[in-house]
């Protein structure tokens, strides 16, 4: 499985941006899918989180703010991400969860996001 994340960038503060994440594999429909993220001197924390039913979860500090889709046939997640904040810059990371659903089996590169006041 594969995982490669696209459209990160340089935005102002209120701004928004859309991450996008192409898997490879034959079932990605029956994995849940989420995205995390790791700013600069800080550990990698989880933003945001699809069930394979489309259930969704996400971290208090973006709760309102991001939303997170998916497209079984494409095979791709997405992370709208709105009011974007100096304090969302980070890599934001893609991730599949394992078919137990309690840990992350695979990892997409990162995409850089940051967001300046």
């Known amino acids: 499985v594969q995982l490669q994340a696209s459209g990160g960038g340089l935005v102002q503060a209120g701004a928004f941006l859309t991450l996008s994440c192409a898997a490879s594999?034959?079932?990605?429909?029956?994995?849940?899918m989420g995205w995390f993220r790791q700013a600069p001197g800080k550990e990698r924390e989880s933003v945001a989180r699809?069930?394979?039913?489309?259930?969704?979860y996400y971290a208090d500090s973006v709760k309102g703010r991001f939303t997170i889709s998916r497209d079984n046939a494409k095979k791709t997640v997405y992370l709208q991400m709105n009011s974007l904040k100096p304090e969302d810059t980070a890599v934001y990371y893609c991730?599949?969860?394992?078919?137990?659903?309690?840990?992350?089996?695979?990892w997409g590169p990162g995409t850089l996001v940051t967001v300046s006041s």
């Open positions: 991730a599949r969860y394992d078919g137990n659903r309690r840990s992350v089996d695979y």
């Open positions: 594999g034959r079932t990605f429909s029956s994995y849940d």
């Open positions: 699809i069930r394979w039913t489309g259930g969704s």
